[in-house]
């Protein structure tokens, strides 16, 4: 497999930014690759997941651009009025810049997105903003910015936890509140429930992680709204190793095709 390191100038952005991806370095036809939105969460930037997981090798032998943005930290997968439109550039301008320079199916049972915590969660968001482009994603115990979310935040600080009450503090800073419906991840569900087109859905939680319950509701929910949606749950926490354990289950549940 290829690593490669791009910087490049994002219109949406209106600042340069920069994406890892992974290439096969033995394909020998000329089939259009499948491509994998793969987005860190929290603290992370493009090198993260290729820094602390063998991606390569795992991926080694099909017919994939595993493709690894930097996007702003603390879920911010949004367009800011005014400001960076975060959500427009993961969406629709970063598919259409690699688009132009490399051989990517443009079929959305080719096009996947995958990421794990606050990653996870814009996993999620590209499906419910844009099925019509992602034809399935897997989420890990993402972090589903809502409403509800924030609520629990506020709970665990009366529990004693001021670090998660300062979190629900920043996120309403950022984005408002209540939690507007094209970022809540439970609006967005609904929402997405009524498009004509719907990605299909891999979700897993671990059931010693604070996000399991909720989690499980979502994926519930979206069954109940006629989503194909997969649950998994398993003994495992918010950590490196359940990550590890889930990025490979992802990478089995994806049709991904072989060289």
């Known amino acids: 497999m290829a690593l490669l390191t791009m910087n490049f100038y994002a219109h949406s952005l209106s600042i340069n930014t920069g994406v890892s991806i992974i290439l096969p370095e033995s394909k020998k036809d000329g089939r259009p690759l499948q491509s994998l939105y793969l987005t860190h969460g929290g603290g992370g930037d493009h090198t993260y997941y290729h820094r602390y997981y063998p991606i390569e090798r795992w991926v080694e032998g099909y017919n994939l651009a595993v493709i690894m943005p930097s996007t702003p930290s603390r879920y911010k997968l949004m367009d800011m009025e005014p400001g960076e439109k975060w ?8 598919p259409a810049i690699l688009g132009n320079m490399l051989n990517l199916s443009k ?17 999620i968001k590209l499906a419910m903003h844009f099925p019509e482009r992602f034809g399935a994603i ?39 509140w209540p939690i507007p419906p094209e970022d809540d991840a439970f609006l967005m569900l609904e929402a997405a429930a009524k498009k004509e087109v719907k990605s299909k859905l891999f979700i897993g939680c671990g059931t ?9 509701d979502f994926c519930e929910r979206a069954v109940e709204l006629g989503f194909d949606a997969t649950w998994d749950e398993r003994p ?24």
């Open 87 to 94: 959500l427009t550039y993961a969406g629709v301008e970063l």
């Open 208 to 216: 010693e992680d604070k996000l399991w319950e909720m989690n499980r």
């Open 236 to 259: 495992g926490g918010h950590t490196y190793e359940y990550g590890e354990e889930m990025l490979k289950l992802g990478f089995k549940w994806l049709p991904l095709e072989k060289l």
């Open 138 to 176: 897997v989420g890990f115990c993402p972090a589903l910015l809502s409403k509800r979310f924030v609520e629990q935040k506020d709970a665990l600080r009366e529990q004693g936890d001021e670090d998660s009450g300062k979190r629900g503090d920043e996120l309403r800073h950022i984005f408002g």
């Open 107 to 123: 079929n959305r049972g080719d096009t996947f997105a995958m990421g794990g915590s606050g990653g996870g969660y814009n996993s």
